[in-house]
């Protein structure tokens, strides 16, 4: 089964972290090859800011384009990883493994559901 570790964080938070950025990120190096040692990694990707977004809406048949995220939000989208468990225990030991939530992060564990087609 695969599940969907949806990594949140508060950027303003995240940025007053200055240099303590960069040890959390080579814990989070580590996590991800240890994942993919272990055989669960699927794939990852860290996003770029909020600042960075642009979200798109349709209305009354029209579609429209606005600058940031979709909500206001205290944490923001930060980044995915698509991992392979036997079931939610297992997506959920890993991650709990995730730097970032030490520093005030969450992640959501949600499982993939596959279309018919695929």
Known sequence: ???MLL???DEKR???LGEGQAAIMDEYA???QAIVKSGH???SAKLGPTSAATSLRESNGKRMTSDGPFAETKEQLGGFHLIECRDLDEALAIAGRI???R???TV???PVERSSET
């Open 14 to 16: 995240w940025e007053a």
């Open 99 to 101: 730097p970032t939530l």
């Open 41 to 43: 990694f699927r794939a």
């Open 7 to 9: 990594c949140y964080a």
């Open 108 to 110: 959501e564990v949600r």
């Open 1 to 3: 089964m695969q599940y």
């Open 30 to 32: 580590a996590w991800g």
């Open 103 to 105: 520093v005030g992060g």
